[in-house]
């Protein structure tokens, strides 16, 4: 046990944990990240945030998070009318622009909820960057209906399978 705090106090500090909504790495900074609440037998989930990249052109290649087994990159197309989510390899951070992830577009998708995500609470969400190296954010978790044009239900049928 205390193996496992220690080596994940050096982990944490390595890439730098902080508790404010707002991160700024080098020329980069990322406001609120949020998720939203999930049902108890929801099984995924959406974390959302917004990249401010003042410096270099930059991307978010991954994610990871100890709340889910498994994080992807997912936007959202129009195909023939019907909003579907795909996974992407990679969140361009053009430089000098703001990039949002927000509900019915880019977003990390968090599959295999090892519990639901509770509104308040909070999780530590790692993004690595191709430039800025491993970031890592707290998240905050927010009711349902927070957000722009919410699409509770976008998530609820998402399968593995995409
Ligand atoms: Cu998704």
């Not at 982990?11 to 700024?24: D, F, K, R, S």
């Not at 959202?76 to 579907?84: L, S």
């Not at 990679?90 to 430089?95: C, E, K, M, Q, T």
């Amino acid at each position: 046990m205390l193996r496992w705090i220690l080596s994940g106090t050096l982990a944490l500090a390595a890439i730098g944990t902080v508790q404010a909504n707002e991160l700024t790495v080098g020329e980069i900074t990322i406001d609120h990240p949020w998720a939203r609440a999930t049902a108890a037998q929801q099984a995924n989930g959406a974390a959302y945030l917004v990249v401010d990249n003042g410096g270099e052109a930059d991307r978010i290649l991954g994610a990871a998070s100890p709340v889910a087994g498994r994080v992807e990159l997912h936007n959202h197309i129009d195909d023939n009318g019907v909003m579907r989510m795909r996974r992407v390899e990679a969140i361009d951070l053009p430089a000098g622009e703001t990039t949002a992830l927000a509900p019915g577009g880019l977003h990390i998708m968090l599959f295999e909820l090892g519990a639901p995500l509770v509104v308040g609470e909070t999780f530590p969400l790692t993004l690595t960057l191709e430039q800025a190296g491993a970031v890592e954010v707290e998240v905050t978790v927010e009711p349902v209906s927070y957000g722009i044009g919410g699409d509770a239900k976008g998530h609820q049928g998402h399968g593995s399978g995409g």
